[in-house]
T-cell receptor, first 110, second 114 residues
């Protein structure tokens, strides 16, 4: 049981490049979400999904897309990276009491 | 939407003393309040949570209190130890059934001084 996994661990992009952050969970959780963590700003919700085929925007969705074709996978796409998207990104899945976080992806946009 | 404020942003206490972190929330429909601990370079992990039908919950050295009328809840750590040094986040949600968003506070960096 691997829990929530994320790839890559680290990534450096140039402004304007696109990329996909991968997230997978093997706990059969319906609810998955993406957060970004910036110093002094806590964990801010980017997008979330309550099940396969269903996604919705969180607090800071601009510049990001998501899809949920399976229960297990919830990738986050950066369409055209900007320096303001430099952050640590956490994927999470949740069922009832506890939200489980992935190990995070540290993204730097130059 | 929900807004969660957390204070203080940093807190230093002597080893063995108690630490208290406070959060307020805005959505009166929120009824689930978890606390997460994040050690340096690691992912956040749930340490304790409370639902709106109880006013206090304890787990060894950690306790959480909830005042629904005032819309605030607090984390209490007693007999602090060096391994308690971390960033702590409070959060609020309308449901503990996993289908509602969690809104997080901005975090408190707790440092335990040996």
């Amino acid at each position: 049981n691997a829990g929530v996994t994320q790839t890559p661990k680290f990534q450096v992009l140039k402004t304007g490049q696109s990329m996909t952050l991968q997230c997978a969970q093997d706990m059969n959780h319906e609810y998955m979400s993406w957060y970004r963590q910036d110093p002094g700003m806590g964990l801010r919700l980017i997008h979330y999904s309550v099940g396969a085929g269903i996604t919705d925007q969180g607090e800071v969705p601009n510049g990001y897309n998501v899809s949920r074709s399976t229960t297990e996978d919830f990738p986050l796409r950066l369409l055209s990276a900007a320096p303001s998207q430099t952050s640590v990104y956490f994927c999470a899945s949740r069922e009832e009491n506890e939200q489980f976080f992935g190990p995070g992806t540290r993204l730097t946009v130059l | 939407g929900e807004n969660v404020e957390q204070h203080p942003s940093t807190l230093s206490v002597q080893e063995g003393d108690s630490a208290v972190i406070k959060c307020t929330y805005s959505d009166s429909a929120s009824n689930y309040f978890p606390w997460y601990k994040q050690e340096l370079g690691k992912r956040p992990q749930l340490i304790i949570d409370i639902r709106s039908n109880v006013g206090e919950k304890k787990d060894q050295r950690i306790a959480v209190t909830l005042n629904k009328t005032a819309k605030h809840f607090s984390l209490h750590i007693t007999e602090t130890q060096p391994e308690d040094s971390a960033v702590y986040f409070c959060a609020a949600s309308r449901s503990n059934f996993g289908n509602e968003k969690l809104t997080f506070g901005t975090g408190t960096r707790l440092t335990i001084i040996p």
